[in-house]
């Protein structure tokens, strides 16, 4: 099957992106408003694009019926914000997060969360939450009348005590427990793990024949060599 992008609706589009492009990782993301309430809100447009400078990259569309997400408005406002990553015990409470609540009504309170200090922003962090990075908006760009692109230079980490390893900086991957988003309103865990080592050219493949050599093509990204 080939879908050409060009004949297809917005609508088409999203639900095809979304569902092959699983899964994704959920930013919770936390901002201020001018009067100082905390806003918390999902978003899984949402990666980390690179480490010099530590990028992360947001996709803010505008709300159901036209109006700028307050997310976005407060990102736009104070130039600031915080990514709080969701693992199994947030999951809940991130999806409260995501209903749409009037401007002056505080997610976090509502979804049972809690806020601390930013080492350097004034925006806080969730509590709760397993990690925490602090980002200075680099750049937002309205890229549609209904769509803004944020970039975030991440200035600092905040970890969950037993996380990562003061010494090595290496996390604990059996502590940490994030949630990734799948289609719609299923998720999913990322406790089923395989290692997968990359093969050294030509070492790894000097004694292969030509089918031997398409046999491992084929498997390795299965993790069967
Ligand atoms: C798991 C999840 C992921 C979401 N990802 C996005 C996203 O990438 N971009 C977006 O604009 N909205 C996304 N949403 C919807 C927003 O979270 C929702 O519109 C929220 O109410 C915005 O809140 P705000 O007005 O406080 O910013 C997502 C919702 C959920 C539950």
Redesign the pocket.
């Known amino acids: 099957m080939q879908i050409d992008f060009g004949n297809i609706t917005a609508h088409e589009r999203y639900k095809l992106l979304t569902a092959a492009v699983v899964p994704r990782p ?1 930013a919770l993301v936390s901002t201020l408003a001018p009067d100082g309430t905390v ?1 918390a ?6 990666n980390v694009f690179s480490e010099d400078p530590a990028l992360a990259v ?4 505008h ?1 159901p019926d036209g109006t700028i ?4 408005r407060h990102i736009l406002d104070r130039g600031e914000f915080v990514i709080n990553l969701v693992d199994r015990q947030l999951a809940q409470a ?2 409260v ?5 009037p401007a002056n009504i505080g ?1 976090v309170e509502i979804a049972g969360l809690s806020v601390s200090g930013s080492q350097h922003i004034k925006t806080p962090r969730i509590t709760e939450a397993p990690v925490s990075l602090e980002c200075r908006t680099w750049e937002i760009r309205k890229i549609t009348p209904t769509r803004h692109l944020a970039i975030g230079e991440i200035i600092a980490l905040s970890a969950r005590d037993g996380l990562i390893d003061p010494e090595t900086l290496y996390f604990d991957m059996n502590a940490y427990d994030p949630v990734g ?1 799948l289609v719609a309103n299923s998720y999913c865990h990322t406790d089923d793990r395989f290692e997968l080592s990359i093969p050294t050219w030509p070492d790894d493949f000097s004694d292969m024949t030509p089918d031997q050599h398409q046999t491992f093509n084929q498997a390795s990204p299965r993790g069967k060599p």
């Not at 997060?97 to 609540?101: D, H, S, T, V």
């Open positions: 959920i806003n809100a999902p978003f899984s447009f949402f947001l996709g803010l569309q709300a997400k307050d997310t976005t991130m999806a997060c995501a209903a749409r609540f997610e988003r």
